[in-house]
């Protein structure tokens, strides 16, 4: 079945450590996004990606970084300098007009 | 920058009635807009696209509208059902590529 893969599902991050979330696409898209969204809150762009080897911060970009080796993978680090990393965290694909979401990563600091 | 807002909040009808979610965008400049619906811990799941060109698009009991002079669209679920409990996310796409989503409406409909 072609589709997003985000995983883990739930990931545990402890103060001061970085983490990477997983985001795979068989689609052969060439754009991808990653988003977070916090409770009562619209999603937010973190990066997005327009082709391989390119990628654009979004609105919130500090403390997160990424990279786009491959055409259907677009994985996120949350480094050390984000201070509040909790939160759900959404990957999209896009075709040039309708976008596809991965079932998303829960990130929690303990 | 494009500010997406959606009315109203949340919403709470029985089943089988007729409903209205609105979606309003501040910049006319879009190239499409997309309705999505999420589960509780879900991502989201795509409902319809209204590319700029468009005025309406129909899928089953739903139909979005949208009006890019007066920066709205409106999704309309027919017949609602149990199931449709979720929340209702709007997105519109700008020309350089960009989402920019509204915060939702929470939706509940009662057996």
């Known amino acids: 079945d072609g589709g997003i893969t985000q995983s883990p599902k739930y990931l545990f991050r402890k103060e001061g450590q970085n983490v990477t979330l997983s985001c795979e696409q068989n689609?052969?898209?060439?754009?991808m996004y990653w988003y977070r969204q916090d409770p009562g809150q619209g999603l937010r762009l973190i990066y997005y990606?327009?082709?391989?080897?390119?990628?654009q911060k979004g609105d919130i970009a500090e403390g997160y970084s990424v990279s786009r080796e491959k055409k259907e993978s677009f994985p996120l680090t949350v480094t050390s300098a984000q201070k509040n990393p909790t939160a759900f965290y959404l990957c999209?694909?896009?075709?040039?007009?309708?976008?596809?979401f991965g079932q998303g990563t829960r990130l929690t600091v303990v | 920058k494009q500010e997406v807002t959606q009315i109203p909040a949340a919403l709470s009808v029985p089943e089988g009635e007729n409903l209205v979610l609105n979606c309003s965008f501040t910049?006319?400049?879009?190239?499409?807009l997309q309705w999505f619906r999420q589960d509780p811990g879900k991502g989201l799941t795509s409902l319809l696209l209204?590319?700029?060109?468009?005025r309406e698009q129909t899928s089953g009991r739903l139909n979005a509208s949208l009006d890019k002079s007066s920066g709205r669209s409106t999704l309309y679920i027919a017949a609602s059902q149990p199931g449709d409990s979720a929340t209702y996310l709007c997105?519109?796409?700008?020309?350089?590529?960009?989402?920019?989503f509204g915060s939702g409406t929470k939706l509940n409909v009662k057996p």
């Open positions: 999209a694909s896009r075709d040039g007009a309708e976008a596809f």
């Open positions: 689609l052969n898209h060439d754009a």
């Open positions: 990606s327009q082709i391989v080897n390119d990628f």
């Open positions: 910049d006319s400049a879009i190239y499409n």
């Open positions: 209204i590319q700029s060109s468009q």
């Open positions: 997105a519109v796409i700008s020309n350089f590529n960009k989402f920019y």
